[in-house]
């Protein structure tokens, strides 16, 4: 079954640029979605088909695809964006979906 | 607005069934895919099953034998029955839309149920 990797954490100041990444095998050939889960909440859509925003996503969110890896940007990073952020594709060949391992993001 | 609301029985036996309900508010279930996910407690995201209004299934090739989800439309809900439950499966449980473009597209998931922690314990 496909897999996706994502580092387990990461850390970064507040102000800055966050890159949370995602890869796995052909990765240019699909479409990547994204989720925020805070401390205590459910998963919460912040990134749909690649690069698109749900409504109320601020701009500073981006999403890339570029290689073997999948990015999540999250510009001028604020201590409300410290959670777990999942990758997640749906497998064409076994019609189901497939999620990454998660990235622990820490705002100093 | 669409909103889902998990419902079950929190605290399980081993070798028990669980079953879990999710209501839709917001939208009619017809013609909408339907999702479960869980995630053990510390750990990721693990997709079990989704629907379709019609009753089409397609489920988690690891759960897939003691798997079943059902829909009714009349009451705008949608159920998980998980069959001879055991530490393995004590989780938080959620119950999300699966939305797309098409049936052909790639799916995503939202929005999302609030989450309801089940625990399987002698």
């Known amino acids: 079954s496909y897999v996706l990797t994502q580092p387990p954490s990461m850390s970064v100041a507040p102000g800055e640029t966050a890159r949370i990444t995602c890869g796995g095998d052909?990765?240019?050939?699909?479409?990547f979605h994204w989720y925020q889960q805070k401390a205590g909440q459910a998963p919460a859509l912040v990134m749909f088909?690649?690069?698109d925003r749900p409504s109320g996503i601020p701009e500073r969110f981006s999403g890339s695809n570029s290689g073997n890896t999948a990015t999540l940007t999250i510009s001028r990073v604020e201590a409300g964006d410290e959670a777990d952020y999942y990758c997640?594709?749906?497998?064409?060949?076994?019609?189901?979906?497939?999620f990454g391992g998660g990235t622990k993001l820490t705002v100093l | 607005q669409v909103q889902l609301q998990e419902s079950g029985p929190g605290l399980m036996k081993p070798s028990e069934t669980l079953s879990l309900t999710c209501t839709v508010s917001?939208?009619?279930?017809?013609?909408?895919?339907w999702g479960w996910i869980r995630q053990p407690p510390g750990k990721g995201l693990e997709w079990i099953g989704y629907?379709?209004?019609?009753?089409?299934?397609n489920y988690n090739p690891s759960l897939k034998s003691r798997l079943t989800i059902s829909v009714d439309t009349s009451k705008n809900q949608f159920s998980l029955n998980l069959s001879s439950v055991t530490a393995a499966d004590t989780a938080v449980y959620y119950c999300?839309?699966?939305?797309?473009?098409?049936?052909?597209?790639?799916?995503?998931?939202?929005?999302w149920g609030q989450g309801t922690l089940v625990t399987v314990s002698s």
């Open positions: 999300a839309r699966v939305s797309t473009y098409s049936s052909s597209s790639p799916k995503w998931f939202d929005p």
């Open positions: 917001g939208v009619s279930i017809s013609s909408y895919y």
């Open positions: 052909n990765i240019g050939s699909k479409t």
């Open positions: 088909y690649g690069s």
């Open positions: 629907i379709y209004d019609s009753g089409s299934t």
């Open positions: 997640q594709v749906w497998d064409s060949s076994s019609d189901h979906p497939v």
